[in-house]
């Protein structure tokens, strides 16, 4: 069955998966049903829970509304009048008749009305109260906020919940302060009723026209946000809800604030709360706010939800795990290309090779990818060769640049000597140019050993210091432990102690000194070659790579000076490196010559692996630093001494 499979186009199988999608878009339309259906019943319970506190709303402004009658029925008994009559006259002698008049009044007012929990009337000649309560008389109405407000605006206002001070019992209470009202022929002044509403069972009087739900929380805010009654919060909530926040968050939904009632979701945390508020009518400050967990609210919907997607999950579950093992099964050829692919990319592995058992289209791209991979080995391998051959070329025509000038003021050096009988040191220079030119030609081959590089440039400051006597001295210190069969790179020493006798020691004619050492290091070479000579301006720019003009600008280059014919006089004395007047312009054009050489066959033999530092400043000599990795060579005495100094 695979196999039949496997011979079919990959159109085929691509319509294959197909058909998987479009069963997983069934799915999803599934679920786009249902979720327009949840909509809808969401819409419904938020409609519902905004009926509710609309019609709770509306129960709290009647009674707000009764009682604003039941004082209006107060200042129209005839009780009231009486008072009136007096406390206009200013005569307070029947103070304690009217006192006892009043008790009627207010015994059927408060039992009209159970939710009040007393009533003051203030007059000139003194204050009315019921007599089941006691008066605390330690606090005058004149005295309070209340008086002043109501004497400023000449109208009645509701004072949010508070504690009632002028009662004993301190209960919290909700207060309207009204002026009282005369008859048309005899107007009063000063006159004000204050009644207190127990806070509590106003409360219970919005809760008992609410559904009841242990999370749910009603609270009446006035226009600042802050609470007319204690509110009544959501469990889950306890202190933790801002109402100013809530506020704003009504606020934030109503920009104008001109709705009377509405809804808005109010996050806290990570709960989410469906808020529904509905304005007083009687109070237009006083907003009567609804809180509920959303959750809760919506939990028909929740639990059709949930049904829904545990059944949909399923089948998406089932999908999943299906579309996969299919998606395997129909890619695994072109899987089995892409590694093939990846191999070549990441390792450049030219030799790896696609195989299948199958003719299919991918079968047929392994095919042309394998021929593609065989003439790319041929081409690779074809510019290897080419490019070994050039890198060959390119060292020895490196090698052979290095300046020949040298050779000739050697001779003449020589030919002075001779000339002037110091056979001995003509025997030596000829010695140690003999051994030099072996050493350097090594048999045409591009590395040589530490041990005949060092040798190599002994011998070199050796004629040097026959051809310009006194100039200078010099050490050769190398790291005791270090093999002196270590392969190193041919002739880069020599051209750095070039650069310090031609040109840090160009204006002085004795007291030189060229340090040569060589030091181990974390698995590279460091050949630091130091002398105490004139220095120069090193660039942070030039300290790894100078150009040849920066290098000739700061006289520290790498070419000989040409020593011309000796005339009588100069066979007693042998030319200097330089002279006040500074190198020749031909000089001057060559002496960057030899860094860069350096530099050059660095990079053509180390490739990235090795480099060439520059430290200089004027009069405080220079310090030139190859470091290359070290190679280990030999058998296992070699082994073990390169193991224990470090090296790789």
């Known amino acids: 069955m695979f196999n039949q499979l496997y011979k079919l186009s990959f159109a085929t199988r691509i319509w294959l998966s197909f058909v998987l999608l479009i069963t997983v878009s069934i799915l999803a339309t599934g679920w786009a049903s249902f979720h327009i259906a949840s909509n809808t019943l969401q ?164 809760k008992q026209n609410l559904s009841s739900s242990s999370s749910a929380g009603i609270f009446v805010l006035n226009g600042a946000g802050q609470p007319v009654m204690k509110p009544s919060l959501p469990q889950e909530l306890g202190e933790e809800l801002s109402l100013v926040e809530l506020q704003q968050a009504r606020l934030n939904a109503d920009p104008e604030d001109g709705q009377d009632s509405g809804s808005f979701a109010y996050h806290k945390g990570k709960s989410e709360y469906l808020v529904t508020y509905h304005r007083s009518e009687i109070v237009p400050d006083w907003i009567v706010y609804r809180m509920q967990s959303k959750n809760e609210l919506l939990s028909q919907a929740n639990a059709i939800k949930w049904t829904a997607v545990g059944i949909m999950s399923a089948f998406v579950i089932a999908a999943l795990v299906l579309s996969n093992l299919m998606s395997r099964f129909l890619t695994k050829p072109l899987t089995k290309l892409v590694k093939v692919m990846s191999r070549v990319e990441t390792m450049d592995d030219l030799g790896t090779r696609y195989r299948s058992p199958y003719r299919d289209e991918v079968s047929r791209a392994g095919d042309a990818f394998n021929t593609m991979l065989d003439r790319v080995e041929y081409l690779v391998r074809g510019i290897h060769d080419t490019e070994q051959s050039k890198r060959k070329a390119e060292m020895k025509a490196l090698t052979a640049q290095i300046d020949p000038h040298f050779f000739y003021n050697a001779l003449h050096t020589v030919y002075c000597k001779s000339v002037l009988g110091q056979n001995e040191h003509v025997n030596e220079m000829i010695i140690a140019l003999s051994d030099m030119f072996r050493l350097g030609l090594n048999n045409g081959e591009d590395a040589t050993t530490l041990g005949a590089e060092l040798d190599h440039v002994r011998q070199y ?188």
């Open 461 to 648: 400051l050796i004629i040097q210091q026959n051809c310009y006597e006194e100039l200078f001295g010099y050490t050769i210190d190398a790291e005791p432990g270090i093999p002196q069969d270590l392969p190193v790179l041919k002739l880069i020493l020599q051209p750095l102690v070039e650069n310090s006798i031609l040109h840090g020691f160009r204006q002085r004619s004795e007291g030189g000194m060229i340090n040569i050492d060589v030091r181990a290091r974390d698995g590279l070479l460091h050949l630091r070659v130091a002398d105490n000579g004139d220095g120069f301006v090193v660039r942070p720019e030039e300290s790894e790579s100078r150009s040849e003009q920066e290098e000739s600008e700061n006289g520290h280059g790498a070419s000989e000076r040409e020593v011309p014919e000796p005339t009588t006089s100069e066979l007693q004395a042998p030319e200097r490196v330089g002279t006040e007047a500074g190198p020749s312009k031909a000089s001057a054009t060559k002496q960057g010559y030899a860094l860069n050489n350096i530099r050059d066959r660095l990079a053509l033999y180390y490739e990235q692996g090795a480099g060439l530092h520059i430290e200089s400043a004027p009069g405080k000599g220079t310090v030139a630093t190859i470091t290359i990795p070290i190679e280990r060579t030999g058998g296992d005495d070699d082994d073990e001494e390169g193991e224990a100094r470090g090296y790789r």
């Open 43 to 206: 819409k419904n319970a938020m409609q519902m829970s905004q009926d509710t506190v609309n019609k709770a709303g509306q129960v709290f402004d009647e009674k707000l509304q009764k009682i604003v009658v039941s004082m209006m029925s107060l200042m129209m008994s005839d009780s009231f009048f009486k008072v009136t009559g007096d406390s206009a006259s200013g005569d307070a002698s029947r103070y304690f008749t009217h006192f006892s008049e009043m008790q009627p009044v207010f015994s059927q007012l408060l039992f009209n009305e159970q939710i009040l929990q007393s009533v003051l009337l203030v007059t000139p000649i003194g204050d009315f109260y019921p007599t089941n309560i006691n008066r605390n008389k330690e606090y005058s109405f004149y005295d309070t906020r209340m008086y002043e407000e109501i004497k400023a605006n000449r109208k009645a206002f509701w004072l949010e919940g508070h504690e009632d001070r002028f009662f004993s019992g301190k209960d919290r209470v909700v207060s309207l302060v009204i002026e009282g009202v005369g008859r048309a022929d005899r107007p009063i002044r000063n006159i004000y009723i204050m009644v207190n509403i127990k806070e509590k069972d106003l409360l219970s009087l919005l």
